[in-house]
């Protein structure tokens, strides 16, 4: 039981390997991708069965000395927060296979099976060589995505989000450097595993400075406003598959190492940074948002769109208290969902008509009616429509924010309304309105497509209907680690 | 007979090797495979004979009675051997394709070969400051003929030009440094010279600072520093394959060896601020040989311009010795083993394409890669990904003991630095990734993978690259990251450091 977090890990990465030595062709490659991701799938689902949400501490661990003179363990294990995001991962990647079932570029599902690897390490490392080995490696393959299979200037975007990206961990490495020197200072022997660094002390300057590193870094994966300037280009030239990692996982990680590492390094100074990030996401989210509606390449609004509630969930965590923190974890969990589900449905509007442009769209709800309900159920999701998912999230999240301060609360309920205005305008313009030369012959949703969007449409109502099903689950760990940091509440 | 004098086989193997192949060369009749493969079987000869020396723990005077100490074989220096004899090894075999396609090459250039790793290992045996002269410049002549060994090239007889004139000029200052430091102390045996330091360092500060530096110089010169760098991108231009490759990897390893043991014997007692100079070369060759790099656009010329970046990086490591870390040494020697690797594969992919054309290898010639050569183009990247220190490859672990060294000696800027440096890096060898992999090829013809005696080694390093970024204790049978800075540390500790 112990191993299933290794196996859930380097499954993919076992496949492809096996598969590019021998480099099968691509009926075999697809069998073997989609495989992969069902074995994944099924062991996250035992996973999750044996999890147990009361216990208050990181379980599945398995620590085995990696590099032994510099301390540096392959130590691995699951809490709450990754559970969330493995258990997205690996619910996305077999509907993404799905979607690119006619793709026969072998590349392209070597490079998915890789990025799984990659991010599930980067979730599950405990040790914090071991987290910047996957952080870093899992860039690989969205670089070569987006540069070998994308479209509109995409190898000039993949080399810049490349080299910020790059840029933000390298940041991030001198701080991991230097806090396992601490370490030898204090204890003389090397440490980079998170709990035994978590107890080191340091003087308020230097604190700022070390955990300023991480911070540039996850600022540049979310991206925090400022930090943004890749996040449109790269997401309008990456193709779907990548583009779906991209927003419903992978800038959900630069939340989580704002949770993991953030808080569980330097909990004191968090407490420094909570203004400005604060600010940062406020700004971030209204930003982004005013982007979106000036934006008629609907990958770039809902790049923008993403931001923006990344934002929120940037925000969510930084307040910390119980309601914020469940409602920003659940909302990883949902846009997760929603994104995904938009995404994968722009990815089908490129497909039948060649274009993304709004102004080329419109009046698919005539010809093409159940494309649009499950366009507008999706597009609605991301506003936070009540009986979906992302509503209870949104909703958590500002309770959260009005708990600890009354202005905050109030601003905060602007992301809710930011979004319905560019989320109609959209609505209006594509699926509405008179038809187009290009969506003239616009094809309604096969079966296989809904089969394949059905699972996202149904995770979300269920999220909205039900959410006590799920977050009293994640309240109990959640709680926890509010005490440890001395939250509020 | 003395028993040490087993101690000297491995040496007295490669030189008589040497001047058999001087001999074999003036025979019409010998193919120059044969003369390939008995240079080869003469360094494995060597290289067996040298590897039970290791681990012993002891430092030996061979013949003491003629050479006084002149010359001692430790761990650290045998350690060298067996990098300098196994690199050469995988030199010749790597360009085997390459030099069989060139006409050329004969015996003597196999005599001047084995006669270089001869020098290389005076080198690292030497513990006193003529004989590393001796070392220096015998393995120096030799290559500067084989830089220059295609005779109707003219760029290779610029580069040999420039890396002569420019090179015994720096060899000189290595003499005069010499012949000062004898006037202080009375003689140019290392131990006697740091005994020297410790005891009367602190009144002699200058003129021994002065005189170290002059040392420095023909060092930095050798490896590439700047500002002594000016050769550099010629001379691995206007060279021959083969020997771009020997003088970026082994040659610099060799260069390393004299000045760890130099470094450590001189200046890591403190009292002569040599760590104040180094840093200095050490930011200005960072700086400098990523603003080279950056701008060229044959590959050669890349690897060249990086290649002063790496030696930037080991001068970090070089730079802190005394500092505090006790593993400053490792980190270096572990980093040479890591560019040995990265290097010898992508120099060697390159030279295996270049086997059939005259023409300079540049990016774009790397367009659609991927898609002819999928497996190559795979290695290719590897090693890509290593030099440029990307984590899980071995690369990623040699900048991360540097950079930890570094910092463990408070050399904040040099750590942050070097990791800045290494930012700019990923820029120009993502180029070449990027190239290969962007583009789909024009002509979809796949070109089979041959499964030769070059491309089976290339792919060796790729999986070494992997698996000593990776290779954990985890994996049982296979020697680990840990395990390899174990046995530099074991080299190390016979520096008395």
């Keep these: 039981m112990e191993k299933i977090l290794t196996y859930i890990v380097f499954t993919p990465l076992l496949f492809a390997f096996v598969m590019g030595v021998f480099r099968v062709n691509i009926k075999i490659l697809r069998f073997g991708a989609i495989l992969s991701s069902i074995i994944v799938f099924v062991l996250t689902v035992t996973l999750i069965a044996y999890f147990d949400p009361y216990q208050n501490q990181i379980q599945f661990e398995r620590s085995l000395p990696w590099i032994a003179s510099y301390g540096i363990y392959y130590h691995i294990g699951v809490d709450v927060l990754s559970l969330v995001i493995i258990s997205m991962t690996s619910l996305l990647i077999p509907i993404l296979y799905i979607y690119m079932w006619q793709n026969s570029y072998s590349g392209y599902w070597y490079n998915m099976m890789l990025l799984q690897t990659g991010v599930m390490g980067a979730v599950v490392s405990l040790d914090l060589i071991l987290f910047y080995m996957f952080w870093e490696t899992m860039l690989l393959p969205v670089f070569i995505m987006i540069g070998r299979y994308g479209h509109d200037k995409n190898r000039f975007n993949a080399m810049k989000i490349l080299l910020m990206t790059v840029f933000g961990s390298m940041a991030m490495l001198f701080s991991i450097l230097y806090l396992g020197y601490e370490y030898f200072v204090v204890h003389s022997y090397w440490s980079f595993e998170l709990n035994n660094l978590a107890l080191l002390h340091f003087d308020p300057k230097t604190t700022l400075w070390l955990s300023a590193g991480f911070m540039f870094a996850f600022a540049i994966k979310i991206p925090l406003v400022g930090f943004h300037t890749w996040m449109a280009p790269a997401y309008s030239s990456a193709p779907t598959p990548a583009l779906v990692i991209l927003s419903a996982i992978m800038a959900k990680l630069g939340a989580y190492g704002i949770w993991r590492f953030g808080y569980g390094l330097f909990s004191e100074t968090m407490s420094y940074y909570r203004p400005y990030i604060i600010i940062f996401a406020i700004i971030g989210m209204l930003y982004y948002a005013i982007r979106a509606m000036s934006e008629r390449d609907l990958r770039r609004m809902f790049a923008f769109s993403s931001g923006s509630h990344l934002s929120v969930i940037v925000l969510g965590i930084i307040i910390a208290n119980i309601y914020s923190w469940s409602g920003s974890l659940y909302f990883i969990a949902t846009h997760a969902l929603s994104s995904a589900g938009i995404f994968i449905m722009i990815g089908l509007i490129y497909r039948r008509v060649g274009s993304v442009d709004i102004t080329t769209l419109g009046g698919i709800a005539k010809v093409a009616p159940k494309f649009a309900f499950i366009f507008a159920f999706f597009a609605l999701s991301i506003v936070g429509l009540p009986s979906t998912g992302g509503f209870v999230a949104e909703l958590l999240i500002i309770i959260g924010a009005f708990k600890s301060n009354m202005s905050l609360g109030f601003v905060t309920i602007f992301s809710m309304i930011t979004a319905i205005l560019y989320i109609f305008y959209t609505l209006q313009q594509t699926i509405y309105g008179p038809l187009t030369p290009k969506t003239q012959e616009f094809g309604d949703l096969t079966i296989g497509e809904i089969l394949m969007l059905l699972p996202l449409v149904l995770l979300l109502l269920v999220s909205g209907i039900f959410p006590s099903a799920f977050i009293p689950a994640l309240e109990p760990q959640l709680q926890h680690m509010l005490q440890i940091i001395g939250g509020i509440l | 007979m003395?028993?040490?004098?087993?101690?000297?086989?491995?040496?007295?193997?490669?030189?008589?090797?040497?001047?058999?192949?001087?001999?074999?060369?003036?025979?019409?009749?010998?193919?120059?495979?044969?003369?390939?493969?008995?240079?080869?079987?003469?360094?494995?000869?060597?290289?067996?004979?040298?590897?039970?020396?290791?681990?012993?723990?002891?430092?030996?005077?061979?013949?003491?009675?003629?050479?006084?100490?002149?010359?001692?074989?430790?761990?650290?220096?045998?350690?060298?051997?067996?990098?300098?004899?196994?690199?050469?090894?995988?030199?010749?075999?790597?360009?085997?394709?390459?030099?069989?396609?060139?006409?050329?090459?004969?015996?003597?250039?196999?005599?001047?070969?084995?006669?270089?790793?001869?020098?290389?290992?005076?080198?690292?045996?030497?513990?006193?400051?003529?004989?590393?002269?001796?070392?220096?410049?015998?393995?120096?002549?030799?290559?500067?003929?084989?830089?220059?060994?295609?005779?109707?090239?003219?760029?290779?007889?610029?580069?040999?030009?420039?890396?002569?004139?420019?090179?015994?000029?720096?060899?000189?200052?290595?003499?005069?440094?010499?012949?000062?430091?004898?006037?202080?102390?009375?003689?140019?045996?290392?131990?006697?010279?740091?005994?020297?330091?410790?005891?009367?360092?602190?009144?002699?500060?200058?003129?021994?600072?002065?005189?170290?530096?002059?040392?420095?110089?023909?060092?930095?010169?050798?490896?590439?520093?700047?500002?002594?760098?000016?050769?550099?991108?010629?001379?691995?231009?206007?060279?021959?394959?083969?020997?771009?490759?020997?003088?970026?990897?082994?040659?610099?390893?060799?260069?390393?060896?004299?000045?760890?043991?130099?470094?450590?014997?001189?200046?890591?007692?403190?009292?002569?601020?040599?760590?104040?100079?180094?840093?200095?070369?050490?930011?200005?060759?960072?700086?400098?040989?990523?603003l080279l790099a950056i701008s060229q656009t044959k590959l050669k010329r890349v690897l060249a311009g990086s290649s002063i970046v790496h030696g930037g990086y080991m001068l970090i490591a070089l730079s802190c010795i005394g500092l505090g870390s006790q593993l400053a040494v490792p980190a270096v020697m572990f980093y040479l083993l890591s560019y040995f690797i990265s290097s010898v594969g992508a120099f060697g992919i390159l030279s295996y394409l270049s086997a059939d054309s005259k023409r300079a290898l540049r990016y774009e010639d790397f367009k659609g890669f991927a898609d002819k050569r999928p497996y190559l183009s795979a290695m290719m990247a590897i090693f890509m990904l290593s030099l440029s220190g990307f984590p899980s490859t071995i690369g990623f672990l040699g900048k991360f003991y540097i950079f930890t060294v570094a910092i463990e000696s408070k050399q904040f800027i040099l750590a942050a630095l070097g990791i800045a440096v290494a930012f700019i890096s990923i820029y120009y060898y993502f180029k070449l990734i990027a190239f290969m992999y962007f583009y789909s090829s024009p002509n979809t013809k796949k070109e089979k993978f041959k499964l030769s005696l070059s491309t089976s080694l290339i792919a060796l390093m790729a999986i070494l690259a992997i698996l000593g970024g990776i290779g954990t204790s985890l994996i049982p049978m296979i020697p680990s990251a840990d395990s390899l800075l174990g046995i530099a540390s074991v080299a190390s500790s016979s520096l008395g450091y």
């Excluded at chain 2, 009375?186 to 010279?193: C, E, L, V, W």
């Excluded at chain 2, 700047?226 to 083969?242: I, M, R």
């Design chain 2, 2 to 290: 003395r028993s040490d004098i087993y101690t000297l086989l491995p040496m007295a193997t490669t030189v008589i090797g040497a001047f058999v192949m001087l001999l074999l060369s003036s025979s019409k009749s010998i193919t120059l495979i044969r003369y390939h493969l008995i240079t080869v079987a003469i360094l494995l000869l060597s290289l067996a004979l040298s590897l039970p020396l290791f681990g012993s723990g002891k430092s030996i005077y061979p013949l003491d009675n003629i050479f006084h100490q002149a010359f001692i074989v430790d761990d650290f220096s045998i350690l060298f051997d067996i990098m300098f004899l196994g690199g050469a090894v995988l030199t010749l075999l790597v360009n085997t394709l390459y030099l069989k396609k060139r006409d050329y090459y004969n015996g003597e250039f196999y005599a001047l070969f084995l006669f270089t790793i001869f020098g290389m290992m005076i080198l690292a045996h030497s513990n006193d400051l003529i004989v590393a002269f001796i070392g220096l410049e015998v393995a120096s002549l030799s290559i500067y003929a084989l830089v220059g060994y295609h005779k109707n090239n003219p760029l290779s007889s610029e580069a040999m030009l420039k890396y002569m004139v420019l090179g015994a000029f720096v060899g000189s200052m290595f003499l005069l440094g010499s012949v000062m430091i004898y006037i202080l102390v009375g003689s140019t045996n290392i131990a006697d010279i740091t005994s020297f330091i410790q005891n009367e360092g602190e009144s002699n500060q200058l003129a021994l600072t002065v005189a170290g530096t002059l040392l420095l110089i023909t060092i930095l010169f050798k490896v590439g520093a700047v500002p002594f760098h000016t050769w550099v991108l010629d001379v691995y231009e206007g060279s021959p394959f083969p020997i771009t490759m020997f003088m970026a990897s082994v040659f610099k390893i060799s260069i390393f060896a004299i000045a760890l043991r130099i470094y450590v014997a001189y200046f890591a007692t403190g009292v002569l601020h040599g760590d104040v100079i180094l840093s200095i070369v050490t930011i200005v060759t960072l700086i400098g040989g990523s």
